[in-house]
Structures are given as structure tokens and as C-alpha cells.
């Protein structure tokens, strides 16, 4: 065999030190165990895959096998049985989470309807509401979802409609809000409201509403680009909500949701590049696996050089995300740094998954390939929690200053 005709082995994409604590090295080595003889296998018998989702009692089940292996809370506040963990630690375990692969990727934590929903409100909580709506979520009974954004309201998240007036000892909530995550199969919702009595005025304050309040209505027809079901609307019609169910104190509904915004911004990183990752080893295995001109297409340098770059770029992403995440352990603010992170790592996920779909050739082209999901999943991060644009925004204010706010 001469150098061109031998077969290239399939290698994994390489992966630097570990740069955690020793209890997230032990946390994710028990995770693997998991994912790889629990959750693949669980997939596989229900014919789920990432776009073909479960339902809700098997979500339960995951959510609960998760809580009983000590992950599912590993966000919540120490007190309530989370790990503790640094924000490093924290994107470590995300990122190895959904590079496994799994379409369960998002329920190991509950990041649509669980823990990490409620985490940073156990601290505005009264001890009502933690019993009625924190603990049950924490232990996998319920699930909630966050709802800020309206037909309305988008990027701009201020110009809220849906409005929740006082009525004695209630409030009554109308309107709708839209691309909820997690609404089609949650029990509870996080509601930010305008309560504002001068429309002039943007006043906004947040309730926990119950699905099985009259005039509470989830509209669930519509699929996301990545053909996944379970993004929602939550209409709002005369449903009346015990004044006990405010959130901390009026008008302090948006700063209360958006208080970890760029702590959040950050983790959301994670999750781009455990997908593009798995985009990434696909490539590798494809270009050493499919033969043309007689040769693995690997051995072809305008491949290689595809792979390098997907390389390059994934690499230089994740010294950003690993960066960021040290200064807010530090205790930085880093508001700009955070924002840098998303912008970079969700456009440099997306040209991987670009990349790695010319690297498949016509397979990365067809429906149930992993490439092409990665693609059109990939492709949403560029949007979600805050676009492209509004991540530009944020820095370019924080790099101006004053004078530009
Ligand atoms: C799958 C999915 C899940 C979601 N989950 C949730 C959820 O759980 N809870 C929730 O509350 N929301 C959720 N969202 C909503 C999401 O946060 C918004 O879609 C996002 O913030 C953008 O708002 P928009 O879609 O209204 O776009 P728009 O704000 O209408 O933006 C349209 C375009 O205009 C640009 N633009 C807008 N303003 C500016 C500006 N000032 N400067 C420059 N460019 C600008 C944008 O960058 C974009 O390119 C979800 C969305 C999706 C698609």
C-alpha cells in the first residue's frame, strides 16, 4: 500500500487536558456510565432520537434516574443538594454531556424544565413558593419552564404586553408569550408580566403560574427548524394567579430574570461545542471511512484542510469558553467577555457543522444523517438567548462606555 490508498484510522477529534476539579472529573466518569448504559439504550428502545422527542413519562423517568444518580440538581444552590461547582467545572460537564450524543442531552440536568430554571430564584422564594413550585422541580416531580419573550417582545425583552393586574388577593394575567422552551410538557411556568399601570412606563414583575389555572392555554403546533417539538406558546386569558404567586418584589421581574444573564450567556457555550464536537469526530470518521478516486477522501488535502480548520476553530472557541468561565470564577464581571463567548462560539459551532456536511458529500445532505441535524440545530444557537446582533451590541456598549449608553 503506498501513502495514498492507505486507510486513514478514525480519530477522535483531540481533546486537551482536563481542566476541572477532581469531584467534576469523578461527577462526568459517572455521567458516561450513565449516558452510555442507560440513556443510549433508553433511545434506542423508544425509537427516540433528537428529533423524534419522548414523552413526557419517559422524560419523567430520565429526569428522576438523574436525581436518584445525584446529576439532575447539580445546578441548584448547595443548600438544595447542588454540586457546587466553579463555572469551569460547570461547562465541562455540559459540554461533555452533549457531545455524548444523546437526544436525552438536555433532561440530564433539566435545562428546559427543571433545576436550572429555578436554581437563582430559591433566593427571592418565600417559603410558600419553595414548597409549592422549587422543591418539586428540584426533585423531579415537576417541570417548569421561563417565559419571557412575546409576539412582541423579542430581542427587545422591556416592551413586555402581557399584563398582570391586581384584583384583591389575585392577579389576573393576559396575554401570550411565545418560543417558550419546555412549554408543551411543563407543569408550572415563570411568567414576567408588565404591571406596569402607565403604559409609558416599563415596570415588570414575575409570577409562578400553574398550567391547570383557567385561562392558562399552551399552543404547541409548530416545530423548530431542528424539527424538535418542544418549543411552545403560552396564552393567557383572564387566569387568575394568588398574589402569593409574585416573585420577589414588584418590578423587579426582569432584573430578576435576567440577574445571571451573563453567567448563563456563558453556559450556553457548552452546548454549541459538545455539538460541533460530535460534527467534528463524525468528519473525522467519514473522511477516513469513504473511499472516491480510490482513495479514503481524507487523504485529499482540500478534506484535510477542512478538518484542520474545523479543529483550529473548535479548539480556539473552547480556550474562550474555558477563558471566560475563570475570570467569572474569579469573580470578574466579565459582562462583555460572556457575551464575546456566545457570539463566537454559536458562529464558529455553526461554520463546523457547515463544514462538516461538505465533508460528508451527499450523505451530510440527507434527512437522519447526524451532520445535517447538527447543521440545522447549530443554526438556532445563533439566535437563541440573545442573537448574534444583540451579543454585538452588548460589547461594543461595554468596550464604548458611558458616553454611548
Ligand atoms: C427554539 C427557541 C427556544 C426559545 N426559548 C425561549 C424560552 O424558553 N423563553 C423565552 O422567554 N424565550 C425563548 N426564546 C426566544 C428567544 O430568546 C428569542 O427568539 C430571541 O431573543 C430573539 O428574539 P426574536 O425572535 O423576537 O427576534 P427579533 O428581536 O425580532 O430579531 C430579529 C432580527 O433583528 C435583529 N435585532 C433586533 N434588535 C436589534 C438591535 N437592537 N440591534 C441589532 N439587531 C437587532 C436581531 O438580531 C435579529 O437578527 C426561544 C426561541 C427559540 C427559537
Redesign the pocket.
Known amino acids: 500500500m503506498d501513502a495514498m490508498t492507505t486507510p486513514i484510522p478514525a480519530l477522535r477529534a483531540p481533546m486537551p487536558p482536563f481542566e476541572g476539579s477532581d469531584a467534576a472529573r469523578d461527577f462526568i466518569a459517572r455521567l458516561d456510565t450513565f449516558i452510555r448504559d442507560e440513556l443510549h439504550p433508553l433511545a434506542q428502545q423508544h425509537g427516540i432520537d433528537s428529533e423524534n422527542g419522548a414523552p413526557r413519562a419517559l422524560l419523567e423517568q430520565v429526569w428522576k434516574r438523574s436525581r436518584d444518580l445525584g446529576f439532575y440538581g447539580m445546578t441548584l444552590p448547595k443548600a438544595l443538594g447542588g454540586a457546587g461547582f466553579s463555572v469551569v467545572d460547570h461547562a465541562l460537564v455540559k459540554e461533555f454531556i452533549y457531545a455524548s450524543g444523546s437526544p436525552f442531552a438536555p433532561h440530564v440536568l433539566g435545562e428546559l424544565t427543571g433545576p436550572p430554571r429555578v436554581g437563582a430564584l430559591a433566593r427571592q422564594a418565600t417559603p410558600d413558593q419553595m414548597e409549592r413550585f422549587i422543591l418539586p422541580v428540584a426533585r423531579a416531580e415537576k417541570a417548569i419552564?421561563?417565559?419571557?419573550?412575546e409576539p412582541e417582545a423579542?430581542?427587545?425583552a422591556g416592551a413586555l404586553q402581557t399584563r398582570a393586574v391586581r384584583d384583591g388577593d389575585e392577579f389576573v394575567l393576559d396575554g401570550t408569550?411565545?418560543?417558550?422552551?419546555?412549554s408543551p410538557f411543563c407543569d408550572f411556568a415563570v411568567i414576567i408580566c408588565s404591571t406596569s399601570d402607565d403604559p409609558a412606563l416599563r415596570e415588570t414583575t414575575a409570577f409562578f403560574v400553574e398550567r391547570d389555572r383557567p385561562g392558562f392555554r399552551v399552543e404547541a403546533g409548530y416545530k423548530?427548524m431542528a424539527g424538535q417539538s418542544h418549543?411552545g406558546n403560552i396564552v393567557l386569558t383572564g387566569c387568575r394567579i394568588p398574589a402569593a404567586n409574585q416573585i420577589g418584589e414588584r418590578g423587579r421581574g426582569l432584573a430578576l430574570a435576567l440577574g445571571r444573564i451573563t453567567v448563563n450567556r456563558l453556559l450556553h457555550c457548552p452546548a454549541m461545542l459538545g455539538l460541533a464536537r460530535l460534527a467534528l469526530e463524525d468528519s473525522l470518521a467519514h473522511a477516513a471511512r469513504r473511499r472516491q478516486f480510490g482513495q479514503p477522501i481524507g487523504a485529499f488535502q482540500a478534506v484535510q484542510h477542512l478538518l484542520a480548520d474545523m479543529a483550529t476553530e473548535l479548539a480556539a472557541a473552547r480556550a474562550l469558553m474555558l477563558g471566560v468561565a475563570r475570570s467569572l470564577d474569579a469573580g470578574t464581571d466579565a459582562r462583555a467577555e460572556a457575551s464575546m463567548a456566545k457570539l463566537f462560539c454559536s458562529e464558529t459551532a455553526f461554520r463546523i457543522a457547515d463544514r462538516a456536511v461538505q465533508v460528508h458529500g451527499g450523505e451530510g445532505i440527507v434527512q437522519g444523517s447526524r451532520v445535517e441535524f447538527l447543521f440545522r440545530l447549530l443554526r438556532?444557537y445563533r439566535?437563541?438567548?440573545?442573537?448574534?446582533?444583540?451579543q454585538r451590541?452588548t460589547i461594543a456598549r461595554e468596550l464604548l462606555g458611558p458616553a454611548v449608553r
Do not use: P
Not at 145 to 149: K, P
Not at 383 to 390: A, K, Q
Open positions: 419552564c421561563f417565559a419571557i419573550t423579542g430581542s427587545d408569550k411565545r418560543f417558550i422552551s419546555g423548530t418549543t438556532m439566535v437563541l438567548t440573545g442573537t448574534s446582533e444583540i451590541n
